[in-house]
């Protein structure tokens, strides 16, 4: 009886524990158990006891699995925002016995945590510099290595280490050559230099590299013999390079200076959402320069009432709204309303921490 349910039922089996998964550059994608994890190659062994490898340079992610029970919690946790059970529960995880990769995946986690959480707390931002170049000297040769380097020039820019986030990113931007990790690790790479100079103030440097790497990332945008798993990527960078770059040009130059150039990317019938919704904040910043605080309220409520832009972008207009509006008597609406409801959806940026 016990035997004919089980032939009946299969449903009521345990289902199996997800693997490690391979992305790759081509589109195609890849699971098994994961064996092998370097900045070469990264192998994965089928269910029958066959293995497979992947060149670095022709991987675009690595998502490893099954996850143990403390990792899993940790990710729980950084999901809902607990940041210190986060870290706690990583920081445990990298010290469990298990798979090659658990330990400094779990540590690397903790160090990823703990930059998320110096977006709320910026004084956290020492302690996620440190945790990474930890995880770096301790493994020099992992696949995830890139990802931990930029992961700490990010850190060590937030911290007031700019000299030393763009020394890293030109090392990190050699290994990739030497080690022919892939175009999209080392446009990444920039991308990353480039965000060091502006919170570093450097805007000048900032501006004449942005430009140099816009034009790079919408020739790969549009390559027609580009990989297909890289053309999502490199869009996404796009527009953050594009956003950024008018951030330099109104750090180094002011809003009514930068307007110009907001303007155009507002008038880019390809511009993602994203990059819309910074050209009709920057176009707003230049309103409310001139004194036109009426016209910069309007514009801006229409970048949180019609596009579905990212976080970073949504806080920045509620930010600006918030201000706009004390500024205006706090009429029709109090800006302290703006500044909560920024609090409220978006506390992890950097926007929500100007406002705390």
């Known amino acids: 009886m016990i035997l004919t349910c089980a032939l009946l039922f299969p449903m009521l089996m345990p289902a199996a524990l997800p693997q490690s998964r391979v992305a790759r550059l081509d589109g195609g994608s890849t699971s098994g158990k ?8 990264v192998t994965l062994e089928d269910a029958s006891g066959g293995s497979r490898d992947f060149a670095a340079g022709e991987i675009l992610s690595l998502k490893p699995g099954p996850l143990p029970e403390m990792i899993a919690k940790g990710e729980a946790f950084l999901k809902n925002q607990e940041y210190q059970n986060a870290t706690n529960s990583f920081e445990a995880a990298s010290g469990e016995e298990g798979a090659f990769w658990i330990a400094p995946y779990a540590s690397l986690r903790h160090a990823e945590c703990l930059l998320a959480w110096a977006q709320r707390d910026p ?9 990474f170049r930890t995880w770096a000297d301790a493994n020099p040769d992992s696949f995830w290595l890139p990802r931990a380097q930029m992961g700490a020039a990010e850190a060590m820019a937030m911290s007031g280490d700019v000299d030393g986030a763009t020394s890293l990113m030109q090392q990190l931007s050699d290994t990739a050559f030497e080690k022919n990790l892939g175009r999209h690790v080392e446009l990444q790479v920039n991308l990353v230099r480039c ?12 501006e004449a590299r942005l430009r140099d790497l816009v034009v790079k990332l919408d020739k790969a945008v549009a390559d027609p013999k580009g990989d297909v798993g890289t ?28 307007s110009s150039y907001w303007q155009g990317l507002a008038n880019d019938r390809n511009a993602t959402s994203d990059v819309r919704a910074a050209a009709w904040i920057g176009m707003a910043s230049a309103a409310r320069e001139s004194g036109n605080l009426r016209q910069a309220q309007v514009q801006l409520a229409k970048v949180i009432a019609t596009l579905p832009a990212s976080d970073d972008v949504l806080a920045h207009a509620l930010y600006d709204l918030g201000e706009v509006s004390k500024e205006l008597g706090n009429n029709p609406t109090p800006g302290e ?20």
């Open 231 to 258: 053309r999502g990527m490199f869009l996404a960078m796009s527009s953050r390079a594009k956003i950024r770059l008018g951030d330099a040009i109104t750090q180094k130059d002011g809003p009514r200076t930068a």
């Open 195 to 206: 965000e060091a100079f502006l919170i570093g103030g450097q805007a000048e440097v900032a």
């Open 34 to 41: 994961l064996t092998a994890a370097t900045l070469e190659s």
């Open 337 to 356: 309303t703006y500044h909560q409801r920024l609090l409220e959806k978006y506390p992890n940026t950097s926007w929500a921490a100007k406002v705390r």
């Open 123 to 131: 004084g956290r931002a020492n302690e996620a510099a440190k945790a």
